[in-house]
């Protein structure tokens, strides 16, 4: 059999304009059908995947671990009670557009509300971006201006790093200007799913400031991080940054001991410590992928016991109007 060729891109903007849209065009890559699956097409929140990502894909199998994440079932649109469109409670989290301060010392931004790639089990599936006017930057500064207290600022979205380095470069030189500032940290998935982006423009204006300056990652599979994926990391090191990873513990595509101490071997190897494995947000849509708490927890004391302690991650819940991620023991 001769598999389908996946096509080559110059640059990262390029790969992200061609990333794979259609389901019958990812279908056609991992040489499956939709009855096999049981997906369809969902115009609510469309397929989005980067070819780098396809390309890790195992052709054939309809359980893949990466597949699983981005492939729209038909169970998706059945409603199920308790998974609902906000369940963080980011709402009320929201200070000005586009501004969560929910923890202390720390705001979270959305600087954009693109993705390279669309995760079926994302929180934020359902939220507004389009009336949150990301774009507009001069308010959310004056914000923290405002409040001395803040010291660490986190870029989220969607994703900091479609932004460009013209504006990424504004960021950082707007935020290295508020003294109480300290800290700049990046939740990103790029350097997973579209390593391209990872360049030496990138690095040099992310690291043209006196803020200091961690990246947390999110790699879900052992099997999301190929060479491409290492170098891209390496890279980031390179330049300074302190390198995190947070994880979802997702059914169907990391609920074994096998599939996370892989994981997290895996990061090792990257120099990739973890950070947080984050029990499921329960949005509307993503009830298949629910782990049960005592699932969790026997995963847990596997992970204890096969893994140094550096490399075992924090596994936390978000409880909407409470203080900080709810660890669970
Ligand atoms: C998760 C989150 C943070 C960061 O919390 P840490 O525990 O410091 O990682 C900050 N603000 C919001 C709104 C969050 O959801
Ligand atoms: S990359 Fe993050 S924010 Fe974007 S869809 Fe995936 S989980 Fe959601």
Known sequence: MTLPALPQFVT????????VRSLDELLHYVQLTAEQLDCLPDPAFPLRVPHAYVARMQVGNPHDPLLRQVLPLRQ??????????????????????????????????????????HCRYCFRRHYPYAQAQLHECEDKIAYIQ??????????????????SDERLRDWVQALSAIQHVQS????????????????TELLQALSSTRLRLVLVIHANHAQEIDAEVMQA??????????????AVLLRGVNDSAAA???????????????YYLHLLDKVAGAA????THAEAQALMRTLRESLPGYLVPKLVREVAGMPYKQPID
């Not at 990262?12 to 990333?19: D, I």
């Open 260 to 274: 996370l101490v892989a994981l997290h071997r895996r990061l090792g190897q990257a120099g990739v410590l973890p």
């Open 184 to 199: 700049l940290r990046l939740h990103t998935r790029l350097p997973v799913v579209l390593p391209q982006r990872i360049t």
């Open 288 to 291: 298949h992928f629910a782990v």
């Open 146 to 163: 405002a409040h001395p207290e803040i010291w660490e600022v986190i870029l989220s979205g969607g994703d900091p790093l479609l932004l």
């Open 233 to 246: 990391v390496q890279a980031l090191r390179g330049a300074g940054m302190m390198l995190l990873n947070q």
């Open 12 to 19: 990262w903007q390029q790969a992200l304009r061609e990333a």
């Open 76 to 117: 998706e649109q059945q409603v199920v009670a308790g998974f609902v469109s906000d369940p963080v409670g980011d709402g009320a989290a929201q200070k000005i557009p586009g501004l969560l301060h929910k923890y202390q010392g720390r705001v979270l931004l959305m600087s954009t509300g693109s993705c390279a790639i």
